[in-house]
């Protein structure tokens, strides 16, 4: 079997992760053992110590495959994974969030699904056999499942899962992708997913299962309809 | 070519689709209504499509509690190494 020569760069935005990183961290090294890559942890001055708990993990896995690449304050979703790239010395990048919400377990399919087809950019989706959520209500079922058809009949996507944000990059077309988008929030990882696909990068999907967040607060609140709609107008205008 | 721009396109060619219709042979009532009809039968389709959907969204039980083993394993784990992992 050939060799894996690729290195992955994993970038993890944190923000009160104290535990979430630590787990994280810990599963990750489970599930990618021959495989090459370093994690980037993107804290954006986390009040709980969550930098404290990355050294010591530091101390654990070596410095060379856990990066703390710190901001003084909350400067929002897309510069944190631009700050990441950076910093990232694979030639594939994987964006993940840090609440365990998505499993390191799917590492290797992400991979997999890589290595076989060739794809610029494998994206997890929730919405297909053997995806899946836990933890959602009926409502939130029903707006997930509302927005995801508006958006598919509005914008064509060619993804079954857009404001998904479990996603596996070749590095120089999440650059050329990430430089062109200026949404924020969830929006932003749609807006992504919407350019490469107008730019006509070869994209993958594998299924992922969602677990609501264990521990911590959601970051969710406030008027996310409002927030979604306007951001899809924008999408069906300017892509 | 932007994705809005494409669906333009496709409005354009429906509604002189329709503006034909409508000099042709089918009465001006209903060819007058037929937009109507239109967006109402998408309308329709799209609330089925999010009902179908609600339906067999699929959910996952057994994973949190394959997630909760996860947790336990990793804490072990690192508590050993003197990674603090209390949560207050």
Known sequence: ?????????????????????????????????????????????????????????????????????????????????????????????????????????????????????????????????GGGVHGWNVMRKLTSRGANVLAQTLLWPGVSDLTGSFRLYRKSVLEDVISSCVSKGYVFQMEMIVRASRKRYHIEEVPITFVDRVYGSSKLGGSEIVEYLKGLAYLLVTT | MKHIVKLLALLVAVSTFWIGLLETVIPRSYAWLLPVYFVVSLGCYGLLMVGVGLMHFPTCPQEAGLLQQDIAEAKEFLKQRGVDVEYD
């Open chain 1, 1 to 129: 079997m050939e060799i894996n020569k690729n290195k992955y760069s994993i970038i993890v935005p944190t923000y009160n992760e104290r535990l979430n990183i630590a787990l994280l961290v810990y599963l990750v090294f489970k599930h990618l053992r021959d495989v090459d890559f370093e994690i980037i942890v993107v804290d954006d001055g986390s009040p709980d110590g969550t930098q404290e708990v990355v050294k010591q993990l530091q101390q654990v896995y070596g410095e060379d495959r856990i990066l703390l690449r710190a901001r003084p304050r909350k400067l929002g979703l897309g510069t944190a994974y631009v700050h990441g790239l950076k910093h990232a010395s694979g030639n594939f990048v994987v964006i993940m969030d840090a609440d365990l919400s998505h499993h390191p377990k799917y590492l290797p399919s992400f991979i997999r699904k890589q290595l076989e087809t060739g794809a610029s950019i494998v994206t997890g989706t929730r919405y297909v056999e």
